[in-house]
T-cell receptor
Framework: AQSVTQPDIHITVSEGASLELRCNYSYGATPYLFWYVQSPGQGLQLLLK??????LVQGIKGFEAEFKRSQSSFNLRKPSVHWSDAAEYFCAVGFSGGGADGLTFGKGTHLIIQP | DAGVIQSPRHEVTEMGQEVTLRCKPISGHDYLFWYRQTMMRGLELLIYFNNNVPIDDSGMPEDRFSAKMPNASFSTLKIQPSEPRDSAVYFCASSFSVYEQYFGPGTRLTVT
């Protein structure tokens, strides 16, 4: 069965510093990959997605992610974080176009921003 | 578009009572998903529909849970009878064809 691993439960970053959140997946074929962000008490907002093509994808709020097939990874990056980026981040994998199948989510990474 | 709409946003009920959660997907979307989020298990898919037809309900925990989609603009998730271990945040999401899913704000259910 497919699985998604986010190895970091919590990450603390100083405001203005760069960020990288890790995500690894387990699946035999190329999956469809997503990053969602959840602010406290809110639903999930899509940050970016990878379906095919260029392995470096740009998202909203200045985030980007890179798909590395050899490492089965889809890490999320941001060059300079803002206090408003503090939230829970979820990596997710879909296997039938992403929207035509249930997503498998990682456990999430809680991002804390230090002033 | 108003996005995916869920109601109620919060529900507190006593063990044994029936609970009904509601979802209105984004207009034009043909897939609808129900997820449950808990601290212990994270986000889990419960069931999803395509063109109002249930496709995969293997994530539904037990027979106390049921979901319906009587038309393209409305779905319900029902728990009868409810138990304290059902306490969680329940999310509805919708998508158009194979594209990305959009999530509602969730319903926080507390069963005492």
């Amino acid at each position: 069965a497919q699985s998604v691993t986010q190895p970091d439960i919590h990450i603390t970053v100083s405001e203005g510093a760069s960020l990288e959140l890790r995500c690894n997946y387990s699946y035999g074929a190329t999956p469809y990959l997503f990053w969602y962000v959840q602010s406290p008490g809110q639903g999930l907002q899509l940050l970016l997605k990878y379906f095919s093509g260029d392995t470096l994808v740009q998202g909203i709020k200045g985030f980007e992610a890179e798909f590395k097939r050899s490492q089965s990874s889809f890490n999320l990056r941001k060059p300079s974080v803002h206090w408003s980026d503090a939230a829970e981040y979820f990596c997710a994998v879909g296997f039938s176009g992403g929207g035509a199948d249930g997503l498998t989510f990682g456990k999430g990474t809680h991002l804390i921003i230090q002033p | 578009d108003a996005g995916v709409i869920q109601s109620p946003r919060h529900e507190v009920t006593e063990m044994g009572q029936e609970v009904t959660l509601r979802c209105k997907p984004i207009s034009g979307h043909d897939y609808l998903f129900w997820y449950r989020q808990t601290m212990m298990r994270g986000l889990e898919l419960l069931i999803y529909f395509n063109n109002n037809v249930p496709i995969d309900d293997s994530g539904m925990p037990e027979d106390r849970f049921s979901a319906k989609m009587p038309n393209a603009s409305f779905s319900t998730l029902k728990i009868q009878p409810s138990e304290p271990r059902d306490s969680a945040v329940y999310f509805c999401a919708s998508s158009f064809s194979v594209y990305e899913q959009y999530f509602g704000p969730g319903t926080r259910l507390t069963v005492t």
